[in-house]
């Protein structure tokens, strides 16, 4: 009895656990054995006897090296970082006080600005990549972080304020009440007694801010052209690749550097993050 | 009690009738008291940000589709001729079904999967916190650099999967992984599948979390068996959250841009494009923003149609 109960289990459970795990990990460590595997054994016929594919007795630095050093990556991994963290602190600002707003104050047609608002949210970045091109080029913020800065927010303020907002009302009013009636103003109480209180919430928007414009591609790929000004993910798409020559190991190399910082702030705030998650669509 | 002298009677002046010594400082709190100039001002930053980048540009976008313009050249009015002249096109009627296609069966298995794990997940196990930790990554990491991870897999000549298949036994040739227009159409759909699917499990297992234990106790100790006690407990109590993650992973999928661009570019011979690549290769490749204005706002009447349903679920919520 036991005995079957301990089979069913490792059937019904840890093989397909392990079938997950292995499924979702494996292009990670794909790319990992890729970026220190040497050219020679990169490109062997898949035919060969002593073909091992998925080690290496020769790990190598040297496609880090030419990435780091022979093109522009460390500025890209720069660009990056400045354009998330600041699009990410300017759509925190804008959607703290847009979800208070909607959360807590009464005015004519809170309903209706809340509901377009998430309309938004659901708004994808593919249907008007084309006009804002255009719009950029009129502004002229092509080819500056700007472009991106100011148009990440477009779907990073809804979330936020989506978000917060869901988080401000499970905020009693009775403190901002409390506060007022010693004395502080709406927006002081605002500012001193549920900011504070909502930082977890803050916290859960931004690192998923974050990781959504580390991520962001279409508007990255059209508005920047210098090889220098690029991102990650479009510098690795438009200058690694020569022509019809694909060099993997770097390519995988970068790809691995590339996805290491959002998954070291992912790491450090896991709980956070999957807040902000499943609050991002429970609202 | 306050509530009504702060209240929004629009009126700055409520708020004199605070009984409290230190009002004395009124004069320089009186404006942002009255809770509609304070609303407008919380919410100015965000509509002015969404307006001038969304509500703009849907705006002018609709004008463009209308119109001849391409890169340097002012177009004139054309009326609906770019969206008959997608319409007739076969390459745009092969990427709008391949985009249908695509957002189904890529939703289905998310879904199936997902949900699978999810269940997987509210196990108690040892190891537990980083085996779900892990399992987001494929989310997380940058699309674009997590694509190229598997098109290299997909390799025409170096495919590790063909490797891996050959020495098993179950081929003698390699697979055509990308090199074939099916078969490249499968392969973006469990690419996306792979990325997309975390997401459904880990919002899944928030919404298990909250199912009452006692609900499946109650269920096993009527004689119902695991599969009876899924759909007959889990499945409906999890419908509003499987609701939701189903529609935001339709609109994400339906709209997708990144996965094909890296993994195919749309090749073999124009087979894989979906809506959003096309789009970009008529309207940025080649200049003509007027006809790729017209094609991306082909996907808006699936959208509105998927919007609408989640608003009017939201509306049966908060009336509930």
Not at chain 1, 52 to 77: E, V
């Amino acid at each position: 009895m036991l005995i079957e109960r301990r089979w069913k289990k490792w059937v019904y459970f840890y093989l397909p656990l392990a079938v997950f795990v292995i499924g979702t990990l494996f292009p990670f460590y794909w790319m990992l054995i890729t970026a220190i595997r040497p050219d020679a054994e990169l490109y062997r016929s898949w035919r060969a006897v002593n073909n091992a594919p998925f080690w290496t007795l020769q790990p190598t630095l040297s496609h880090f090296q030419d990435l780091m050093t022979r093109t522009t990556f460390p500025q890209w991994l720069w660009n990056t970082f400045f354009i998330a963290v600041v699009s990410t602190a300017i759509s925190l600002f804008c959607g703290l006080l847009a979800g208070y707003a909607l959360a807590r104050l009464k005015f004519p047609m809170a309903g209706l600005l809340g509901t377009s608002i998430f309309v938004t949210y659901l708004v994808p970045p593919t249907l008007l990549f084309i006009p804002l091109a255009d719009i950029i080029r009129n502004f002229q913020l092509g080819n500056t972080p700007w472009a991106l800065i100011l148009t990440y927010p477009t779907f990073l303020i809804p979330f936020c304020t989506w978000l917060l907002m869901g988080y401000f009302k499970t905020i009693p009013r009775e403190l901002e009440e409390c506060a007022r009636i010693d004395g502080a103003t709406r927006f002081g109480a605002m500012v001193r007694i549920i900011f504070p209180i909502a930082v977890p919430g803050i916290l859960s928007a931004g690192i998923f801010a974050f990781t959504l414009s580390w991520n962001e591609f279409i508007y990255a790929l059209i508005f920047l052209s210098s090889p220098e000004k690029k991102t990650v993910p479009v510098g690795v798409v438009s200058e690694l690749i020569r022509g019809d020559i694909y060099f993997w190991g770097q390519l995988m190399a970068g790809a691995l550097l590339g996805s290491i910082p959002v998954a070291v702030v992912y790491s450090f705030f896991v709980e956070y993050y999957v807040t902000g998650l499943t609050g991002s669509v429970k609202g | 009690m306050r509530r009504p002298i702060a209240g929004g009677s629009g009126d700055a002046a409520g708020t004199v009738a605070l009984p409290h010594p230190r009002t004395g400082r009124r004069p320089r709190r009186g404006a942002l008291e009255n809770e509609r100039l304070l609303a407008a001002v919380l919410l100015a930053p965000a509509v002015l940000l969404l307006g001038l980048f969304i509500a703009y540009p849907f705006v002018m976008g609709v004008w463009l589709s209308l119109s001849s313009t391409s890169v340097g050249n002012v177009g004139q009015f054309v009326g609906l001729k770019n969206f008959v002249k997608a319409w007739n096109d076969s390459i745009f009627q092969t990427a709008f079904w391949n985009t249908v296609w695509y957002t189904g069966w890529a939703t289905i298995f998310k879904l199936a999967l997902g949900m699978w794990l999810a269940l997987l997940l509210n196990r108690h196990f040892r190891g537990k916190r980083l085996v779900r930790a892990s399992m987001l990554l494929p989310f997380i990491v940058p699309t674009v650099l997590s694509t190229f991870a598997w098109r290299w897999m997909f390799d025409p000549t170096f495919s590790v999967l063909n490797w891996v298949l050959y020495q098993g036994g179950f081929i003698t040739t390699k697979l055509p992984f990308l090199s074939d227009g099916t078969y490249a159409l499968w392969c973006a759909i469990v690419v996306n599948t792979w990325r997309g699917m975390p997401f459904f499990a880990i919002t899944l297992l928030a919404g298990l979390q909250t199912i009452n234990p006692d609900l499946h106790e109650a269920a096993s100790l009527d004689g119902a068996n695991g599969w009876q006690r899924f759909w007959r407990v889990t499945w409906p109590l999890l419908k509003p959250v499987t609701l939701v993650v189903v529609v935001f992973s339709i609109i994400q999928t339906f709209s997708d841009f990144q996965l094909i661009y890296v993994l195919t570019g749309g090749g073999p011979a124009n087979s894989t494009h979906l809506v959003a690549t096309y789009a970009y290769q008529i309207g940025v490749a080649t200049g003509l923003l007027g006809e790729g204005a017209a094609i991306s706002l082909f996907m808006l009447p699936v959208l509105l149609l998927v919007v609408w349903v989640q608003l009017r679920y939201l509306r049966r919520l908060e009336g509930a």
